[in-house]
């Protein structure tokens, strides 16, 4: 599993998406799971992030999955007619882990 920092802003987004790479390479081909539990400050910059693991993951044949998108997150997502791609299974994890 992959934890997010804290903040994915423009100014982040270079170096967050660098270790993203590298870490994608050691998650299960079984497929790749993203943490956002942590991300309290992002901006649109966070999204390409994001999508870029997305692609990476899907180009190796691992399915993509965020947990615990923030709210916001998603209705950035959904903003930018992105949420299909990246939170398809983020609404479900998040209701899941608030019930529990």
């Known amino acids: 599993m992959l934890l ?3 903040s994915i802003t423009v ?3 270079r170096d967050t998406q660098r270790l993203l790479t590298q ?3 050691g998650e299960p ?3 790749v799971v993203v943490d956002a539990a942590n991300l309290v400050q992002f901006d649109s910059a966070a999204l390409a992030v994001l999508l870029e693991c997305h ?3 899907s180009a190796w044949g691992r399915a993509f999955t965020i947990r615990n998108a923030p709210p916001k997150l998603m209705a950035l997502a959904k ?4 949420d299909v791609l990246l939170m398809r299974d983020a ?3 998040a209701s899941s882990s608030q019930a529990a």
Do not use: H, M, N, T
């Open 4 to 6: 997010l920092p804290a």
């Open 79 to 82: 903003l930018y007619g992105v």
């Open 55 to 57: 692609r990476q993951a």
């Open 91 to 93: 609404a479900v994890s």
């Open 11 to 13: 100014r982040e987004a």
């Open 23 to 25: 870490a994608l390479k």
């Open 29 to 31: 081909e079984s497929g």
